[in-house]
Nanobody, 121 residues
Framework: QVQLLESGGGMVQAGGSLRLSCTAS????????MGWFRQAPDAEREFVAA????????NYADSVKGRFTISRDNAKNTVYLQMNSLKPEDTAVYYC??????????????WGQGTQVTVSS
């Protein structure tokens, strides 16, 4: 079992920055992939970024490449999403996910409660 606790959401103007945190507890994360997804009103949940806990390889949705950075802190069991140059279309509830293995998808086993990010124009 893995528990995920997110923090760091809020409201920011377009062009601003936010950093989301996801702290994991329960199971060892070495064999897990972790990631961030988001869901806007009346839209489906979509992939944002992912990182393999072992090795730290990352991948990103095209819509956030060059603006968002996912990273991890092994000592704190925490994954971060640094979001720069935010746009109004980034407004959504952001969810942290964890899944054993190499990838995270919308059917990942573990999810956080979500944190709201609102970007005003």
């Amino acid at each position: 079992q893995v528990q995920l606790l997110e923090s760091g959401g809020g409201m920011v103007q377009a062009g601003g920055s936010l950093r989301l945190s996801c702290t994991a507890s329960g199971d060892t994360l070495w064999s897990y992939a972790m990631g961030w997804f988001r869901q806007a009103p009346d839209a489906e949940r979509e992939f944002v970024a992912a990182i393999k806990w072992s090795g730290g390889s990352t991948n990103y949705a095209d819509s956030v490449k060059g603006r968002f950075t996912i990273s991890r802190d092994n000592a704190k069991n925490t994954v971060y999403l640094q979001m720069n140059s935010l746009k109004p279309e980034d407004t959504a509830v952001y969810y942290c996910a964890a899944h054993p293995g190499l990838v995270v998808t919308t059917t990942s086993r573990y999810w956080g409660q979500g944190t709201q990010v609102t970007v005003s124009s």
